[in-house]
């Protein structure tokens, strides 16, 4: 099992940056898990955003938001991050992090571990 405890979620202006954490725990090793990004806004499905494999070695991002966040993970911490600039309000949702052995996934039911999620909002 493992819990994941997002945060740093927030109202923010349009134009600026905010960081998102995913901290994980319990008895599965974070090292060994990838780490997905999702976002749902009111009245829609939960979409991909951002995805880390186990090692650090490669990510994925969606186009909606490629040049504008990064994914990023601290195993010596059990964290991963979301680094977003450039906010527009169309990035207002709530921000989930998952997690699955090894390999990255766009996809929601790849992954068996989901935190409960962080609220953004970007105000114009």
């Known amino acids: 099992q493992m819990q994941l405890v997002e945060s740093g979620g927030t109202v923010v202006q349009a134009g600026n940056s905010l960081t998102l954490s995913c901290a994980a725990s319990g008895e599965e090793f974070f090292s060994s898990h990838a780490i997905g990004w999702f976002r749902q806004a009111p009245g829609k499905e939960r979409e991909f955003v951002a995805s880390?494999?186990?090692?650090?070695?490669?990510?994925s991002v969606a186009d909606s938001v490629k040049g504008r966040f990064t994914v990023s993970r601290d195993d010596a911490v059990d964290t991963a991050y979301l680094q977003m600039s450039s906010l527009i309000a169309e990035d207002t949702a709530r921000y989930y992090c998952a997690a699955r052995l090894w390999d990255m996934s766009t996809q929601t039911d790849q992954y068996p571990y989901w935190g409960r999620g962080t609220q953004v909002t970007v105000s114009e």
């Open positions: 880390i494999k186990w090692s650090g070695r490669s990510t």
